[in-house]
């Protein structure tokens, strides 16, 4: 099986660029995706294949990865990104297990 | 537009089975996709529990397998998960999610509003 790690928070102010990170083997051979989750809410789809932005996403939202390591960026964080943010990638065995990161935390001061 | 609701008990019982559905509107579960269920503790992060393609290929996450089935029903749109012998670990709140697999590439999208299922006597 396969471990994706995340900081468990991350602070940013408000406007300011932030990055949320995520650190796995399997990130060597598959892609990262990201999910937001406010309070209470399902999660949702901000980024896949690394670095590809859904439509309806704000383009402030971008990824970016490099050998085992997957990178979220907001680029001028709003108040109304404050959420939890999870990376998912295929297990690193070649399978179609899926895996979670355990989640970051990101704080809008 | 894509919908997934998910439906079942909200109370079980421990050591008994835990059966949830997720119906999908908007588009064919028989369609060229995979169909996921994905759990949250309480305060706690994602777990994903299982996926199902919509030939009846199923992959499950091996801590779960010997207690998980997931099924599908096309004619009904619809798939379902059944989790035996539960305890209360297995409170969460469940979700089920469309699923992408694209070369390097997978990823979940949309996803149902969960529904949280409480594991207690």
């Known amino acids: 099986s396969s471990e994706l790690t995340q900081d468990p928070a991350v602070s940013v102010a408000l406007g300011q660029t932030v990055r949320i990170t995520c650190q796995g083997d399997?990130?060597?051979?598959?892609?990262a995706s990201w999910y937001q989750q406010k309070p209470g809410q399902a999660p949702v789809l901000v980024i896949y294949?690394?670095?590809n932005r859904p439509s309806g996403i704000p383009d402030r939202f971008s990824g970016s990865s490099s050998r085992h390591t997957a990178s979220l960026t907001i680029t001028g964080a709003q108040a109304e990104d404050e959420a939890d943010y999870y990376c998912?990638?295929?297990?690193?065995?070649?399978?179609?297990?899926?895996?979670f990161g355990g989640g970051t935390k990101l704080t809008v001061l | 537009q894509v919908l997934l609701q998910e439906s079942g008990p909200g109370l079980v019982k421990p050591s008994e089975t835990l059966s949830l559905i997720c119906s999908v509107s908007?588009?064919?579960?028989?369609?060229?996709?995979?169909w996921g269920w994905i759990r949250q503790p309480p305060g706690k992060g994602l777990e994903w529990i299982g996926s199902?393609?919509?030939?009846?290929?199923?992959y499950y996450n091996p801590s779960l397998k010997s207690r998980l089935t997931i099924s599908i029903d096309t004619s009904k749109n619809e798939f379902s998960l059944r989790l035996s012998s539960v305890t209360a670990a297995d409170t969460a709140v469940y979700y089920c999610?469309?699923?992408?697999?694209?070369?390097?590439?997978?990823?979940?999208?949309?996803w149902g509003q969960g529904t949280l299922v409480t594991v207690s006597s």
């Open positions: 999610a469309r699923g992408t697999i694209l070369g390097k590439g997978s990823w979940f999208d949309p």
């Open positions: 998912n990638s295929r297990d690193s065995t070649g399978s179609h297990l899926g895996v």
């Open positions: 399997s990130l060597r051979s598959y892609y």
């Open positions: 908007g588009y064919s579960i028989s369609t060229n996709h995979y």
């Open positions: 294949d690394n670095d």
């Open positions: 199902i393609y919509h030939s009846g290929s199923t």
